[in-house]
């Protein structure tokens, strides 16, 4: 029998040349993102601390600061950003038809949207949950004591179908209240036309800070009725966008893990740290790798800081919404928030 022989290491040299070219090619997300000047991003339309934009249309928030790091990395401006605010019901068709280049729009990674929409998660920004929030003069403790509820809930989310679930699970009765504009469906909430408002607990502690009279008179019960990890998400197509949007997450955690800021970046340059040259481009490799320039982590960190200050300005307890790290603290600090080796 003739033996197949080994590839011999010049076959090997020229097949590894060939992905390489194969590879060296940016994806059509980024030529279109560059030929016009500008990052579309798809956000929320209006949730503090997520993305709000102010009297004068200029957008913030956690997801905000995601959009703003993509432009650092790709346009080199953190300012060259259209937002596009859309309901739970129009941000998955605005993706897959090309309106937005991105949906940073506090959107929960589940199999269904990963695997059947044509549209791919990227990387967690936010481990979320999903929650109940309800007036303080209702007396309630805890989700169930909530038989009979009138809950508010947006159509198209997957806080409508988790509703069903629990309140079946439990063996309790609701009447839904079911709104699609996010501003309508607040207010509905806060004028008493619903006893409860249910959706991600980083949207109800942001509501509650935004829209409230006294936010004191609202109380989000202690239940989470499911995990509801948030990401950014893609057209699932573009491979190389998709990549420059997951590792541009794994950026700003990385920084945080090495003691990178916003602040000392520029110090950082001169660092003799192999892991601090690689990413922030003073040894070359990395940007050829997404087929971007060498310093683009060093942007995305100049503009937005690293995950811990981009927490603490957005949602941190110096914050209105308050909220803790818990599950968003880095890895070697109990939480779940772990970068890949930038190598």
Known sequence: MTKTPFPTLRALAALFGLCAALGAQAGPTVDAIKARGQLVCGVSQGSA??????????????????????????LGAPDKVRYVPLSSQQRFPALVSGEIDVLNRNTTVTSGRDA???????????????????????????????????VCVQPGTNNEQNLVDWFTTHKLKYRPVVIENLVELEKAFYAGRCDVYLSDASTLAASRSARAGNPDDFVILPERINKSPLSPWVREADANWASIVRWTVHAVVAAEELG???????????????????????????GKSFQLDERWVYRVIKAVGNYGEIWDRNVGPKTPLKLDRGLNALWNQGGLLYAPPFQ
């Open 49 to 74: 601390g997520l993305s709000l934009p102010d009297s004068q249309g200029r957008w913030s928030g956690l997801d905000v600061d995601f959009c703003k790091a993509l432009a650092a990395a790709t």
């Open 116 to 150: 059947g929409l044509g549209i791919s998660a990227t990387a967690i920004v936010f481990y979320d949950g999903q929650g109940f929030l309800v007036p303080r003069k209702l007396g309630v403790r805890s989700a169930r004591e909530l038989d009979g509820a009138q």
């Open 260 to 286: 990178i800021t916003s602040a000392n970046v520029d110090t950082f340059l001169a660092s003799k740290d192999p892991q601090v040259r690689r990413l922030l481009g003073v040894d070359p490799g990395i």
